[in-house]
Protein backbone atom coordinates (compact mmCIF):
# COMPACT_ATOMS: atom_id res chain seq x y z
CA UNK A 1 0.00 0.00 0.00
CA UNK A 2 2.90 2.31 0.74
CA UNK A 3 4.36 2.24 -2.59
CA UNK A 4 0.78 2.50 -4.44
CA UNK A 5 0.26 5.82 -2.57
CA UNK A 6 3.95 7.32 -3.39
CA UNK A 7 2.36 10.58 -5.25
CA UNK A 8 -0.22 11.05 -2.56
CA UNK A 9 2.46 10.41 0.30
CA UNK A 10 4.62 12.58 -0.90
CA UNK A 11 2.61 15.87 -1.67
CA UNK A 12 0.70 15.01 1.87
CA UNK A 13 4.39 15.20 3.45
CA UNK A 14 4.85 18.56 1.52
CA UNK A 15 1.83 20.54 2.53
CA UNK A 16 2.35 18.99 5.82
CA UNK A 17 5.61 20.08 6.36
CA UNK A 18 6.88 16.77 7.40
CA UNK A 19 8.68 13.96 5.95
CA UNK A 20 6.89 11.26 4.22
CA UNK A 21 7.51 8.47 6.71
CA UNK A 22 5.51 10.85 9.10
CA UNK A 23 2.41 10.52 6.89
CA UNK A 24 -0.31 8.68 8.13
CA UNK A 25 -2.94 7.01 5.04
CA UNK A 26 -6.14 5.60 6.20
CA UNK A 27 -6.62 2.54 4.62
CA UNK A 28 -10.35 2.51 5.30
CA UNK A 29 -10.25 5.28 3.04
CA UNK A 30 -7.72 3.89 0.26
CA UNK A 31 -9.90 4.42 -2.90
CA UNK A 32 -10.40 8.42 -2.04
CA UNK A 33 -6.85 8.68 -1.48
CA UNK A 34 -5.81 6.58 -4.56
CA UNK A 35 -8.30 8.86 -6.85
CA UNK A 36 -6.42 12.58 -5.76
CA UNK A 37 -4.06 13.61 -8.19
CA UNK A 38 -3.79 17.10 -7.30
CA UNK A 39 -2.47 19.03 -4.52
CA UNK A 40 -5.93 20.15 -3.75
CA UNK A 41 -7.48 17.10 -3.56
CA UNK A 42 -4.69 15.93 -1.21
CA UNK A 43 -5.31 19.00 0.64
CA UNK A 44 -9.01 18.28 1.50
CA UNK A 45 -8.32 14.80 2.41
CA UNK A 46 -5.96 16.30 4.72
CA UNK A 47 -9.08 18.55 6.27
CA UNK A 48 -11.20 15.83 6.35
CA UNK A 49 -8.56 13.38 8.24
CA UNK A 50 -7.83 10.76 5.64
CA UNK A 51 -4.47 12.12 5.77
CA UNK A 52 -2.84 13.32 9.13
CA UNK A 53 0.36 13.65 10.14
CA UNK A 54 1.93 11.62 12.80
CA UNK A 55 3.99 12.68 16.13
CA UNK A 56 8.01 12.17 16.77
CA UNK A 57 9.10 9.60 18.25
CA UNK A 58 10.66 10.32 21.52
CA UNK A 59 13.18 9.33 22.99
CA UNK A 60 12.04 6.98 26.66
CA UNK A 61 13.24 7.98 29.74
CA UNK A 62 12.34 4.70 31.72
CA UNK A 63 15.87 3.70 31.90
CA UNK A 64 16.85 6.95 32.80
CA UNK A 65 14.63 7.19 35.87
CA UNK A 66 15.54 3.86 36.85
CA UNK A 67 19.42 4.72 36.76
CA UNK A 68 18.16 7.80 38.91
CA UNK A 69 16.45 5.90 41.33
CA UNK A 70 19.15 3.62 41.98
CA UNK A 71 21.76 6.46 42.34
CA UNK A 72 19.54 8.25 44.89
CA UNK A 73 19.75 4.99 46.89
CA UNK A 74 23.67 4.67 46.89
CA UNK A 75 23.87 2.48 44.10
CA UNK A 76 26.05 3.18 41.12
CA UNK A 77 28.70 5.35 43.06
CA UNK A 78 31.40 3.16 43.41
CA UNK A 79 35.10 4.04 42.45
CA UNK A 80 35.03 3.08 38.71
CA UNK A 81 32.04 5.22 38.16
CA UNK A 82 33.51 8.49 39.17
CA UNK A 83 34.80 10.99 37.04
CA UNK A 84 36.60 14.29 38.45
CA UNK A 85 38.28 14.61 41.90
CA UNK A 86 37.12 14.44 45.21
CA UNK A 87 36.03 18.24 45.30
CA UNK A 88 34.75 18.20 42.02
CA UNK A 89 32.68 15.76 43.44
CA UNK A 90 31.19 17.61 46.33
CA UNK A 91 30.20 20.87 44.15
CA UNK A 92 28.72 23.21 46.61
CA UNK A 93 30.15 22.56 49.48
CA UNK A 94 32.26 26.48 49.65
CA UNK A 95 29.18 28.42 48.56
CA UNK A 96 26.82 26.91 51.01
CA UNK A 97 29.16 27.62 53.85
CA UNK A 98 29.96 31.00 52.75
CA UNK A 99 26.13 31.67 52.66
CA UNK A 100 25.75 30.21 55.86
CA UNK A 101 28.20 32.23 57.32
CA UNK A 102 27.13 35.31 55.74
CA UNK A 103 23.51 35.08 56.66
CA UNK A 104 24.62 34.41 60.52
CA UNK A 105 27.23 38.00 59.98
CA UNK A 106 24.38 39.73 58.94
CA UNK A 107 22.07 38.95 61.61
CA UNK A 108 24.54 39.91 63.83
CA UNK A 109 25.09 43.09 62.83
CA UNK A 110 20.73 43.48 62.38
CA UNK A 111 21.24 42.67 66.17
CA UNK A 112 23.60 45.18 66.92
CA UNK A 113 26.14 42.45 68.32
CA UNK A 114 28.86 44.24 66.04
CA UNK A 115 29.55 47.32 64.70
CA UNK A 116 30.13 48.12 60.97
CA UNK A 117 33.98 48.04 61.15
CA UNK A 118 34.11 44.68 62.42
CA UNK A 119 31.62 43.71 60.34
CA UNK A 120 33.74 44.47 56.71
CA UNK A 121 36.92 42.74 58.52
CA UNK A 122 34.87 39.55 59.25
CA UNK A 123 33.11 39.79 55.32
CA UNK A 124 36.02 40.14 53.93
CA UNK A 125 37.80 36.95 56.12
CA UNK A 126 34.66 34.85 55.01
CA UNK A 127 35.64 35.43 51.68
CA UNK A 128 39.16 34.59 52.49
CA UNK A 129 38.11 30.90 53.74
CA UNK A 130 39.25 31.83 57.25
CA UNK A 131 36.70 30.30 59.30
CA UNK A 132 35.35 26.52 59.14
CA UNK A 133 31.86 26.85 60.19
CA UNK A 134 29.54 29.72 62.24
CA UNK A 135 30.46 28.42 65.41
CA UNK A 136 34.10 29.15 64.45
CA UNK A 137 33.18 32.45 63.17
CA UNK A 138 31.50 33.53 66.50
CA UNK A 139 34.28 32.39 68.33
CA UNK A 140 36.81 34.69 66.08
CA UNK A 141 34.18 37.77 66.50
CA UNK A 142 34.15 37.38 70.18
CA UNK A 143 38.16 37.39 70.73
CA UNK A 144 38.15 40.18 68.13
CA UNK A 145 35.61 42.23 70.54
CA UNK A 146 38.19 41.58 73.66
CA UNK A 147 41.54 42.80 71.48
Do not use: C
Not at 65 to 77: I, M, N, Q, S, T
Amino acid sequence: MRGMLKTQRRLASDILGVGEKRVWLDPAKFKEIKEAITRADVDNLISSGAIKKQETQGQSRSRARELHLKKKRGHRKGVGSRKGKKNARMQFSWKDKVRALRKELFKERAAGKIDNKLFRVVYRKIKGNAFHSVTHMKNSIEEMKKS
